[in-house]
């Protein structure tokens, strides 16, 4: 992915994520806000921070199941409505501010496509019953040392 998306024939190209998903840039929407933290006294005059919100739940870019995934890796930057919103406001420059957004919202949205590994459910080996047996043999023969035997 390039820092800023290419314009193709008056539309903005779409934001790949892998090989066969990609956003729409259209669906992203920034807002910018003044940011906290680094930039002196011109930081109380600009609007460096950007907010990006990504409608989830109405997404027509997104399968249904890295849709479900990506709402539970989003967690708290995720509203009652579905939007996902991130922050991003550490660099100085809005444009840095904005390619940041981006970033981490690709990220999340890739983490979100790749399919969980299955479990394969395996027995456990004759060793390790073996040594689950004796190690319970040895802790009930040090508390069976600790009880105290009534006078004969």
Same mark, same amino acid.
């Given at each position: 992915?390039?820092?800023? &998306? %290419?314009?193709?024939?008056?539309?903005?190209?779409?934001?790949?994520?892998?090989?066969?998903?990609?956003? #729409?840039?259209?669906?992203?929407?920034?807002?910018?806000?003044?940011? %906290?933290?680094?930039?002196?006294?011109?930081?109380?005059?600009?609007?460096?921070?950007?907010?990006?919100?990504? #409608?989830?739940?109405?997404?027509?870019?997104?399968?249904?199941?890295?849709?479900?995934?990506?709402?539970?890796? %989003?967690?708290?930057?995720?509203?009652? #409505?579905?939007?996902?919103?991130?922050?991003?406001?550490?660099?100085?420059?809005?444009?840095?501010?904005?390619?940041?957004?981006?970033?981490?919202?690709?990220?999340?949205?890739?983490?979100?496509?790749?399919?969980?590994?299955?479990?394969?459910?395996?027995?456990?080996?004759?060793?390790?019953?073996?040594?689950?047996?004796? &190690?319970?043999?040895?802790?009930?023969?040090?508390?069976?040392?600790?009880?105290?035997?009534? #006078?004969?």
């Amino acid at each position: 992915m390039t820092g800023a &998306a %290419a314009k193709v024939a008056g539309k903005a190209a779409p934001i790949w994520i892998t090989g066969t998903l990609a956003i #729409d840039p259209a669906e992203i929407h920034e807002s910018f806000i003044r940011a %906290a933290g680094p930039g002196g006294q011109h930081v109380n005059t600009t609007s460096s921070a950007v907010q990006l919100r990504f #409608d989830v739940r109405h997404s027509p870019s997104l399968p249904d199941d890295v849709r479900a995934r990506l709402e539970r890796l %989003a967690g708290h930057r995720l509203t009652r #409505d579905g939007v996902l919103v991130l922050l991003a406001q550490s660099q100085r420059s809005q444009k840095r501010n904005r390619e940041e957004a981006l970033a981490r919202l690709v990220e999340l949205v890739r983490a979100a496509a790749r399919r969980p590994i299955k479990r394969k459910p395996t027995k456990p080996t004759r060793a390790s019953k073996r040594r689950r047996l004796e &190690a319970k043999k040895h802790h009930g023969a040090i508390k069976s040392l600790r009880r105290s035997r009534p #006078d004969d």
